[in-house]
């Protein structure tokens, strides 16, 4: 009998809780309301088998979306501070994901509602799951992608050079740090550009309407001159290096794009060298 699995087992008896199930070797109890409809002894089902909250084999003939051989998307239904997060595999038991497998920053962790890809596991005689990993993905998937083609999918992966996705057809797509705008965390749905290819790996560019880009931006610079006695040594005329010293994360021409934005507000005002808040009251 194999835990995380579905397994062919016959109806030995019935007992007041449910049906006693066998493989022939081991029995387990499957309570009747998990059962499709009524059964008779001798009838052999199609089971997958859990673990209940004492940790003892149990089945449902629910159409479970994740087994031990079946990578899914799930959804997360349940976090607890420092200690790891519950997604539903439409079986009776929410199944737990340790922040052993997820961010050491907990605000990249997912919310409730997020969507993740996981693999099911057995640790200590139970059921968990993990996040699948790019490798994971990239060794299952099978889609190929043309450059400029948009496609929808969750943050499956934070690090310090950039997020990685995975796509609702089930691809990796790398986005590297100097392309993102914001703040992601794990689970969280995104619409992502195709890039390029190489080898076997695809990059993407966050696809962000660029209004909303421009905002994002714009605050940026904003925040850095509230930060700074209201002075940035940037002007629209700065050179690319000069401004990813300050905003490693935006492109000449987006600076210059939220910069022209904020001056045509009349927030700032510039010389030859620097640029500087306006004063409410100036």
Request: proline share 3%.
């Amino acid at each position: 009998m194999e835990l995380g699995k579905y397994n062919k087992l016959k109806v030995l008896r019935k007992s007041d809780l449910g049906y006693m199930l066998t493989d022939g070797a081991d029995e387990i109890l499957m309570h009747f309301k998990q059962a499709k409809k009524e059964h008779e002894v001798g009838e052999e089902l199609n089971v997958f088998i859990y673990t209940d909250d004492k940790k003892r084999p149990t089945g449902t003939e629910e159409d479970v979306l994740v087994t031990l051989d079946k990578p899914n998307f799930v959804k997360v239904v349940n976090k607890i501070e420092s200690t790891g997060i519950f997604v539903d595999i439409n079986c009776p038991k929410d199944i737990f994901i340790s922040k052993d497998y997820l961010p050491i920053n907990e605000e990249d962790w997912p919310n409730i509602g997020d969507i993740l890809f996981i693999r099911l596991k057995i640790k200590k005689n139970a059921l968990t799951a993990k996040p699948l990993n790019r490798y994971e993905i990239e060794e299952i998937s099978n889609i190929l992608y043309e450059e400029r083609e948009t496609k929808e999918g969750y943050i499956s992966r934070i690090s310090e050079k950039g997020v990685g996705i995975i796509t609702k057809d089930i691809a990796y797509v790398f986005v590297p740090s100097n392309q993102l705008r914001a703040k992601y965390h794990l689970g969280e749905e995104v619409s992502v550009i195709i890039s390029k290819k190489i080898e076997n790996s695809y990059y993407g560019i966050l696809n962000q309407h660029k209004e909303n880009l421009i905002d994002v931006d714009k605050k940026t610079i904003l925040d850095f001159l509230d930060n700074n006695n209201g002075i940035l040594r940037l002007t629209s005329k700065s050179s690319s290096e000069e401004i990813s010293k300050i905003f490693p994360n935006m492109s000449r021409k987006a600076f210059k794009r939220a910069y022209g934005g904020i001056y045509k507000e009349r927030l700032i005002d510039f010389d030859d060298e620097k640029t500087w808040k306006i004063k409410k009251n100036s």
